[in-house]
């Protein structure tokens, strides 16, 4: 599932609608956190409840899942595309430096650099492709989708559990379900510091939408 996006007032003004909510939504509204979080929890005996908002929620490209998992497959495909452009830049130089040679042994590296180079042309120009799709996608969703419509409520939920080394951690996490608490639309952990996270995958967003 996708991991992202730490709450800013600027996101707020567009997901958020203030309003008072009842003590059985509030409830309703940590139960379901509490279900969804302790399933993807290595250790669920670990986990402690500290604190849990509720929202109404409304449709944005933000919390659209398709567009969110494109903008974190996109950020790890141009990092990839990064690394093989590094590596066909790697291989022409290797083919240089045996281009004249004339033993056996020069004509062989040659022979082999100029496969690697074909090999890693061909995996950068699919990876070029990928980042279109994902790219368009994203466009795709955002001319689809209902900006503003109410699609059910929005959840901060602050909760602890013990990380791989056992140490007890506060962690923070976003979901959104639909109005009757019944199925998860998106869940998403808040860090900032998350490669993954919801300012990468705005900026991501923006920026394949030219914002």
């Known amino acids: 599932m996708i991991r992202a996006m730490k709450i800013t007032g600027f996101l707020t003004s567009i997901l958020f609608l203030f309003m008072g909510c009842s003590p059985n939504i509030e409830k309703r509204a940590s139960l379901f956190a509490e279900k969804e979080v302790i ?9 402690e409840s500290v604190d849990t908002q509720v929202d109404s929620a409304f449709m944005s490209i933000y919390i659209d899942y398709d567009a969110c998992l494109a903008a974190c497959e996109l950020t790890e495909l141009e990092e990839k595309l990064e690394g093989l452009l590094g590596q066909y830049d790697s291989q022409k130089s290797s ?22 180079i074909e090999r890693v042309y061909n995996q950068i120009e699919d990876t070029k492709k990928k980042i279109e799709e994902k790219e368009s996608l994203i466009k795709e969703r955002k001319a689809t989708i209902n900006d503003g419509e109410y699609c059910g409520w ?36 808040l860090d900032e510091d998350d490669s993954q996270g919801f300012e990468n995958i705005k900026k991501k967003i923006d920026e394949v939408l030219g914002v």
């Open 39 to 47: 399933k993807i929890l290595n250790d669920a005996s670990t986990y």
């Open 154 to 189: 929005i959840i901060q939920h602050r909760f602890r559990c013990a990380n791989g080394l056992g140490i007890k951690m506060l962690n923070d996490i976003l979901l959104v379900s639909d109005p009757d608490f019944e199925n998860l639309v998106i869940r998403m952990m």
């Open 95 to 116: 083919a240089a430096i045996w281009a004249d040679s004339d033993s056996a042994f020069g004509k062989e590296e040659y022979r082999q650099a100029k496969k690697e």
